[in-house]
């Protein structure tokens, strides 16, 4: 098994900044492709960030510029580094894990393990 947990979130206002952090642990996790995804009551849950486990990272058109993903194996720690935020990025945040992928991927299917999310609140 995998366990996410993740921290940092909060409430801030537009054009504040926040990082994200998830910590990975189990007796199954490895060098895995890693991403961060958010959801809205009502809504589907969409990918963010990614970064692959080989490298690379792949973002969401809505936070080009604006996010930055990253991560420090020697920690197993996953961060989500969010600048300029604005009231559409509320959401609940989610770190998950996709051992199958070796690229980065937004897509939610590839995904086997989630934390429980951080709450992530912009106001304007």
């Known amino acids: 098994q995998v366990q996410l947990v993740e921290s940092g979130g909060g409430s801030v206002q537009a054009g504040g900044s926040l990082t994200l952090s998830c910590v990975a642990s189990g007796s199954l996790y490895g060098r895995f492709t890693m991403g961060w995804f958010r959801q809205t009551p009502g809504k589907e849950r969409e990918g963010v960030a990614s970064?692959?486990?080989?490298?690379?990272?792949l973002y969401a058109d809505s936070v080009k510029g604006r996010f930055t993903i990253s991560q420090d194996n020697g920690k197993n720690t996953l961060y989500l580094q969010m600048n300029s935020l604005t009231p559409e990025d509320t959401a609940m945040y989610y770190c998950?894990?996709?051992?199958?992928?070796?690229?980065?991927?937004?897509?939610?299917?590839?995904?086997?393990?989630w934390g429980q999310g951080t709450q992530v609140t912009v106001s304007s």
């Open positions: 970064i692959g486990r080989y490298g690379g990272t």
């Open positions: 998950a894990a996709a051992p199958s992928a070796r690229s980065p991927t937004l897509i939610r299917t590839f995904y086997n393990y």
